[in-house]
């Protein structure tokens, strides 16, 4: 790609993203049942539906005036890059937040786990996520966070809390420089929740994830990446059926860290093979850290 300049493209795949939609898509692939819920409205939000039928993803989406929004990936596969271009979200309407409410009161209580991905609509309060955290703990369910910034730091004051991002995305979300392992393992400590957990993905590099009482290293595949791009969505939903089927925290990590690895060989995010995960799963090895 060359910036000031016209670029063709060699292939264009549009189809229904976004993180809680990837997510989803990877929890299918994997033979699990598997339910989304959001915001959609317009065109796009039609187009986004129609996808998820054709690929056999349950949804139950509240439908709002806005537009869903589109987003691009450009991959340069001479340069090995991914270049995104988000469209920022508009405002939801209060109407339908309640209606979501109502919609996440009935459905939630049905599954034993949940994710809470994405970034929230502007009118969202911050507390959105972390408000359910709560409710997941009365009902029994596990609760996976994937989110940054002042909703994922409301987050972090519930115990049962199990926490996922990137090094970048805690960086941000604490306002700390954690660039040295050193300053990551301290921050990871001060911040897990007493009852849940922080998990913490390195791309390449693996992962690592941490409860109050152990902390494990897990180390990632190595494979041939077309597109990063959905990756830790894919994390999220291999940690999600990790922990649906009964599996310890540092089992199910190397699960989601061989579905991380699974999407980064595709060019569109949320895309693996349950086959290929199952042979990456026995590549993504995990070892007890110390964290002083």
Known sequence: MTPDAVNRAREVCDYASGKAVNAARVVHTLGKEVLVTGFVGGARGKALVEDLDRAGVAHDFVWTPAETRQCITMIDRSK???TELVEESTAAGVLAWGDLDTKLRDLLPRANVWVFSGTLAPDGNKDFYARWLPVAAGSGARAIVDVVGEPL???????NAILKM???ELARTLGEDLSSDEALFGAMRRRVPKLG???VTLGAGGAIGCDVKSCWRVSSPKVDAVSAVGSGD???A?????LSEGQALAEAMTLATACGAANAMT???GFLEKGVVEGLVGQASFESVQMV
């Open 238 to 242: 291999g940690l999600a059926v990790g």
């Open 80 to 82: 090995g890059t991914a």
């Open 197 to 199: 957990a922080l998990v």
């Open 153 to 159: 730091r409301l987050a972090m004051g519930y115990p």
């Open 234 to 236: 894919a994390f999220a």
């Open 267 to 269: 060019a569109k995010a």
């Open 166 to 168: 990137n090094r970048d």
